[in-house]
Nanobody
Framework: EVQLVESGGGLVQAGGSLRLSCAAS????????IGWFRQAPGKEREGVSY????????YYWPSVKGRFTISRDNAKNTVYLQMNGLKPEDTALYFC????????????????WGQGTQVTVAS
């Protein structure tokens, strides 16, 4: 059974940091592109970042570029999202998603996704 479990969310003050983890199982992790996405109440789902399965290249949506860092540990089947300089606008449910290519992730055509972890940034 495919499973993606996010953790690391919580309540943090503006300017603070959090590190999210996405633990994966049930598929070939190293052959998959994995991304982080988020959704706040009343807002459309938006991309945060993704990391490729080929060369490990990364991409960040403009709203988080320079503040967030994505990484993956294939030995642990885990993807991380280090979030620094958090802003109240970052408050959302963050989830990770898997696809066979970053192209599909950008199109929000995921093969699998998790239930998410809540990030709340207080001012």
């Amino acid at each position: 059974e495919v499973q993606l479990v996010e953790s690391g969310g919580g309540l943090v003050q503006a300017g603070g940091s959090l590190r999210l983890s996405c633990a994966a199982s049930g598929f070939t992790f190293e052959n998959s592109a994995i991304g982080w996405f988020r959704q706040a109440p009343g807002k459309e789902r938006e991309g945060v970042s993704y990391i490729s399965n080929s060369d490990g290249s990364t991409y960040y949506w403009p709203s988080v570029k320079g503040r967030f860092t994505i990484s993956r540990d294939n030995a642990k089947n885990t993807v991380y999202l280090q979030m620094n300089g958090l802003k109240p606008e970052d408050t959302a449910l963050y989830f990770c998603a898997v696809a066979t290519s970053t192209y599909l992730l950008r199109r929000h055509e995921y093969d699998f996704w998790g239930q998410g972890t809540q990030v709340t940034v207080a001012s």
